[in-house]
Each structure stands twice: as structure tokens, then as C-alpha cells.
């Protein structure tokens, strides 16, 4: 697993944070449509605790938190907090593939931004 350590490595980490953390969102946004109405009665903490979109978002987030401590490992924070924002590309595009969301020229124009500021950040950092 000498790879792992390598560009090729920190290339996977990433693409596996961005999978997790948008499929954790995209879970979440599943898990909450089927509870439907928020009372905060003892059946609805039932229903979350049978909802199996609520337990795929949170082996999501578990699983996000790890490859972060990876990642943080190997990468300055200053660097991999803005990388993060990658996120949003995956939460766009999940909404929008998965489950079915209009997505707006201005949202795709939003996406071409942060792509552009991802770019310059990566283009400015010290190898």
C-alpha cells in the first residue's frame, strides 16, 4: 500500500472525501424527506433511528472524518479547507443526477467559479 503515500494517494483520499461528504448530504437530504414533519416526540427519535438514509449519511460523515485526518496529514490546512469546497461541485451534481433537482445557470456559473478558485489555489501552492 506504498501508493496510498504518493500524488496517486492523496489524489484517492480526496476524490473518496468529496464521494463521502456529498453522498453525506445527498443521505441526509433522503433521511429528511422520508421523516417528513419534525415534532421532536419520542416516535420521531424512533424514526430517525430506523430511517436508513439517516445511518447511510452518518457512515458517510464517519468515514468523511477519517479521510480528512488523512488528508490534513499530508496537505496545510490552508490548502485543503478551500479543497474542500470541492463538496459543493458533488452535492450539485448528486442533487441534480440523483435526484432528479433543476439546477439554474447561475448554480453551474457558481461551479465554474469554484473550479477557477480551486485551480488558482493548486496553480499557488508550494510543491
Known amino acids: 500500500m506504498q501508493w496510498l503515500h504518493g500524488r496517486l494517494g492523496t489524489v484517492v483520499l480526496w476524490a473518496l472525501l468529496i464521494i463521502l461528504e456529498s453522498g453525506g448530504q445527498i443521505a441526509s437530504k433522503v433521511g429528511g424527506d422520508h421523516l417528513g414533519q419534525m415534532d421532536f416526540s419520542l416516535q420521531w427519535l424512533q424514526d430517525i433511528v430506523l430511517t436508513p438514509g439517516v445511518w447511510v449519511a452518518i457512515a458517510c460523515y464517519v468515514g468523511a472524518f477519517f479521510v480528512w485526518m488523512l488528508i490534513l496529514r499530508r496537505s496545510s490546512l490552508s490548502l485543503a479547507f478551500p479543497l474542500s469546497s470541492l463538496v459543493f461541485v458533488g452535492v450539485l451534481l448528486g442533487s441534480w443526477?440523483?435526484?432528479?433537482?433543476?439546477?439554474?445557470?447561475?448554480?453551474?456559473?457558481?461551479?465554474?467559479?469554484?473550479?477557477?478558485?480551486?485551480?488558482?489555489?493548486?496553480?499557488?501552492e508550494e510543491n
Open 97 to 124: 443526477l440523483g435526484l432528479g433537482e433543476q439546477i439554474s445557470l447561475l448554480h453551474w456559473v457558481g461551479v465554474a467559479v469554484i473550479m477557477a478558485g480551486i485551480a488558482l489555489l493548486a496553480e499557488g
